[in-house]
């Protein structure tokens, strides 16, 4: 019988429907085994929470990258073109030489300098103020498509300035309102250097979306902004956009041979390398720091496999006595452990997906409860908590997580398999 049994035992094949039940019912609590059940559980939880985190903190740590990336190169050059003596006084002849090279999209002739604004009611606040003309303007979707009040239809005709909201609403100013700014570089008298006053009308507000931006950068007519500063019929830099912001490097030495002058550059990855920089330490640094989770999850499934291992010790011995293969035992376990894996980073990926497609109500509704504002505008630069899932990121988590899973169950199982029938039915 026994030979008859071994026979057939070799002519079942791996990961057969007897093996898929056993596992399947080892993994059933019962009263003998609760506290392998628990640690189970426990097993379960822990995968499921750590990719659930993994999957969310990645998507937000994207999200922010996506959102501050495009806000900072919507409003500010790939490349800054700069005057080796300082100021460009024949911008307009340059401008269309430059802009005849391949690769860029436009250029933006930019005075700006630094200068104190205050509100109707005497509050105050530093402010960037930045020259362009109207069309230039326009070309900046960032600032031209998210125009909250007002317009920028006579924008160069008027003796306006464009806002943005944080800006009004921290000196209480609306469409129409005006505002004072001040700058230290104004007319140079017997006296000394006395600060240009001026008053401008609200003309526009507008919101990029982010607050470092919205709060602190006026928009003025170029030739306004000129005499405001001193730089009559001069500009400070080029702002360049390309159409592709990677392509800084190819672009770079035609825009100095078609300048036919010194230059002096700067692209936007110098400009901001620190920033982002520290958002890729961040997220890397993240990503192992939940990935522990997940590890101590699947040290779990160890336990509980060893556990399960000595409670099932005479099932073993018997199906081995009735012909299974060392294989099928190793196999019964890996499955065992497997499942646990593989559920706990299932419901782990929709919990995550869930989570980040409704992160924005998610963080409103913390708020509420908590009665405190856990995503500060002014902390996080911007004004919306942002998410984006990159598919490449989460089949990493998904694979570690399943990995780390089946290599937990590699121990345990082989140690079922290794065990002496003869010993495990000894006392039978």
Same mark, same amino acid.
Request: aromatic share 10%; hydrophobic share 50%.
């Given at each position: 019988?026994?030979?008859?049994?071994?026979?057939?035992?070799?002519?079942?094949?791996?990961?057969?429907?007897?093996?898929?039940?056993?596992?399947?019912?080892?993994?059933?609590?019962?009263?003998?085994?609760?506290?392998?059940?628990?640690?189970?559980?426990?097993?379960?939880?822990?995968?499921?929470?750590?990719?659930?985190?993994?999957?969310?903190?990645?998507?937000?740590?994207?999200?922010?990258?996506? @959102?501050?990336?495009?806000?900072?190169?919507?409003?500010?050059?790939h490349?800054?073109?700069?005057?080796?003596?300082? +100021?460009?006084?024949?911008? @307009?002849?340059?401008?269309?030489?430059?802009?005849?090279?391949?690769?860029?999209?436009?250029i933006?002739?930019?005075?700006?300098?630094?200068?104190?604004?205050?509100?109707?009611?005497?509050?105050?606040?530093?402010?960037?103020?930045?020259?362009?003309r109207?069309?230039d303007?326009?070309?900046?979707?960032?600032?031209?498509n998210?125009?909250?009040?007002?317009?920028?239809?006579?924008? =160069?005709?008027?003796?306006?300035?464009?806002?943005? +909201?944080?800006?009004?609403?921290?000196?209480?100013?609306?469409?129409?309102?005006?505002?004072?700014?001040?700058?230290?570089?104004?007319?140079?008298?017997?006296?000394?250097?006395?600060?240009?006053?001026?008053?401008?009308?609200?003309?526009?507000?507008?919101?990029?979306?982010?607050? @470092?931006?919205?709060?602190?950068?006026?928009?003025?007519?170029?030739?306004?902004?000129?005499?405001?500063?001193n730089?009559?019929?001069?500009?400070?830099?080029?702002? +360049?956009?390309?159409?592709?912001?990677?392509?800084?490097?190819?672009?770079?030495?035609?825009?100095?041979?078609?300048?036919?002058?010194?230059?002096?550059?700067? =692209?936007? $990855?110098?400009?901001?390398?620190?920033?982002?920089?520290?958002?890729?330490?961040?997220?890397?640094?993240?990503?192992?720091?939940?990935?522990?989770?997940?590890?101590?999850?699947?040290?779990?499934?160890?336990?509980?496999?060893?556990?399960?291992?000595?409670?099932k010790?005479?099932?073993?011995?018997?199906? $081995?006595?009735?012909?299974?293969? $060392?294989?099928?035992?190793?196999?019964?376990?890996?499955?065992?452990?497997?499942?646990?894996?593989?559920?706990?980073?299932?419901?782990?990926?929709v919990?995550?997906?869930?989570?980040?497609?409704?992160?924005?109500?998610?963080?409103?509704?913390?708020?509420w409860?908590?009665?405190? =504002?856990?995503?500060?505008? @002014?902390?996080?630069?911007?004004s919306?908590?942002?998410?984006?899932?990159?598919?490449?990121?989460?089949?990493?988590?998904?694979?570690?997580?399943?990995?780390?899973?089946?290599?937990?169950?590699?121990?345990?199982?082989?140690?079922?398999?290794?065990? =002496?029938?003869?010993?495990?039915?000894?006392?039978?």
């Open positions: 019988m026994n030979k008859t049994d071994m026979s057939v035992g070799r002519q079942i094949l791996p990961f057969a429907a007897f093996e898929w039940m056993i596992a399947f019912r080892y993994m059933l609590p019962n009263r003998k085994q609760m506290f392998t059940s628990v640690i189970t559980i426990i097993s379960f939880i822990g995968i499921l929470i750590g990719v659930w985190a993994l999957v969310v903190v990645m998507s937000v740590m994207n999200g922010f990258r996506t @959102e501050l990336l495009n806000r900072i190169l919507g409003i500010n050059g490349l800054v073109i700069q005057a080796a003596d300082g +100021t460009f006084d024949d911008y @307009e002849t340059l401008i269309p030489r430059l802009d005849a090279v391949e690769g860029v999209r436009f933006l002739p930019v005075v700006e300098g630094q200068a104190l604004a205050q509100g109707e009611a005497g509050e105050g606040t530093g402010a960037l103020v930045r020259g362009l109207k069309q303007l326009e070309k900046m979707t960032m600032v031209a998210n125009i909250k009040q007002g317009t920028l239809k006579d924008f =160069d005709k008027s003796d306006g300035v464009a806002i943005g +909201t944080g800006m009004a609403e921290r000196l209480g100013l609306t469409l129409g309102s005006e505002i004072r700014l001040i700058s230290p570089d104004g007319d140079v008298t017997p006296f000394g250097v006395n600060p240009r006053v001026k008053t401008y009308e609200v003309v526009a507000i507008y919101e990029i979306g982010m607050y @470092e931006y919205d709060s602190s950068i006026i928009f003025m007519p170029l030739e306004e902004t000129q005499l405001f500063f730089q009559e019929g001069k500009v400070q830099s080029l702002e +360049t956009f390309l159409d592709n912001p990677d392509d800084v490097d190819a672009v770079w030495p035609r825009l100095e041979e078609a300048s036919g002058r010194q230059i002096y550059m700067i =692209d936007w $990855r110098q400009r901001n390398q620190s920033f982002f920089s520290t958002l890729q330490v961040e997220r890397n640094v993240m990503f192992i720091i939940l990935s522990l989770i997940v590890l101590v999850a699947a040290l779990n499934i160890i336990s509980g496999l060893v556990m399960l291992v000595k409670d010790g005479h099932d073993i011995a018997i199906l $081995r006595t009735m012909g299974a293969r $060392r294989s099928a035992i190793m196999r019964i376990f890996m499955m065992t452990g497997a499942i646990i894996g593989v559920s706990g980073t299932f419901f782990g990926v919990l995550g997906i869930i989570t980040c497609l409704n992160i924005e109500r998610i963080q409103s509704f913390i708020s409860v908590s009665g405190v =504002d856990v995503f500060n505008r @002014e902390l996080y630069f911007l919306q908590l942002p998410s984006r899932m990159d598919a490449g990121q989460t089949i990493m988590v998904i694979i570690m997580a399943l990995l780390l899973s089946f290599l937990a169950t590699l121990i345990p199982a082989w140690h079922a398999s290794r065990l =002496d029938p003869v010993q495990a039915l000894r006392y039978e």
